[in-house]
């Protein structure tokens, strides 16, 4: 079965530290998602492309967040600085959407997340 | 933020017992989905019910939907321990592209 594929699996970084969460979406799929996980908050949006193109990146903290697909084999989340309440499991997920989003009765397929400590 | 509200928050069941979940949601949809997660994994997605349907079969998986209530329902038939997970709902809103997720429902299926 095809996979999203998430690196690392878990991180352990210390606060101040730039963190870098790698995602390979699925080939062929052109719609990519990134979720944040906690107890307290459960699943949360972050930012999501299609065809590579950020379209909605209002649930991730501007000022530390930022995310990017440099190319369709690779999404990437960076934290700068990273802080303790970064701790979660950060989860990419991908699926294919149509030119027509109204159309798109599709479920996504989810990697198996990188999970943050921030110490 | 969550769109949807999963009753119970919790569910123990015998094996061979059918267990349902519940998801309320607030806005209009386009479809509704539900996903399981098993301890530290990702999300499995199980099922999809577009907005002008109301009910779904997936193997031993049963999902209605009314949207005039906004509310769903997940039932699976026989359960196994191994469908022992956490199950959540998500709504794909009308004019928005991706999914919402509820707060999820943990069940425990004892052998």
């Known amino acids: 079965d095809a996979r999203v594929t998430q690196t690392p699996r878990h991180k352990v970084t210390e606060m101040g530290q730039e963190v870098t969460m790698r995602c390979q979406p699925i080939?062929?799929?052109?719609?990519v998602f990134w979720y944040r996980q906690t107890m307290m908050q459960g699943l949360e949006l972050l930012a999501y492309?299609?065809?590579?193109?950020?379209?909605?990146d209002s649930g991730m903290p501007k000022d530390r967040f930022s995310a990017e697909m440099p190319d369709a084999t690779l999404a990437t989340l960076k934290i700068q600085p990273s802080e303790p309440r970064d701790s979660a499991v950060y989860f990419c997920?991908?699926?294919?959407?149509?030119?027509?989003?109204?159309?798109?009765?599709?479920?996504?397929?989810f990697g198996s997340g990188t999970r943050l400590t921030v110490v | 933020s969550q769109q949807g509200e999963e009753d119970p928050q919790a569910l123990s069941i015998q094996e061979g017992e059918n267990a349902t979940m519940n998801c309320s949601y607030k806005?209009?949809?386009?479809?509704l989905q539900w996903y399981r997660q098993n301890s530290g994994r990702g999300l499995v997605h199980l099922i999809l019910?577009?907005?002008?349907?109301r009910e779904k079969h997936s193997g031993r998986l049963r999902v209605t939907l009314d949207t005039s209530k906004k509310s769903s329902s997940l039932l699976i038939t026989a359960s196994r321990a191994a469908d022992t997970a956490s199950y959540f709902c998500?709504?794909?809103?009308?004019?928005?592209?991706?999914?919402?997720f509820g707060s999820g429902t943990r069940l425990q299926v004892q052998p």
């Open positions: 997920a991908s699926g294919f959407v149509s030119p027509l989003w109204e159309r798109t009765d599709y479920g996504y397929t």
């Open positions: 080939l062929g799929h052109n719609t």
């Open positions: 492309f299609r065809n590579r193109a950020p379209l909605d």
């Open positions: 806005t209009s949809i386009n479809n």
């Open positions: 019910i577009r907005s002008n349907e």
């Open positions: 998500a709504t794909r809103d009308t004019g928005r592209r991706a999914l919402t």
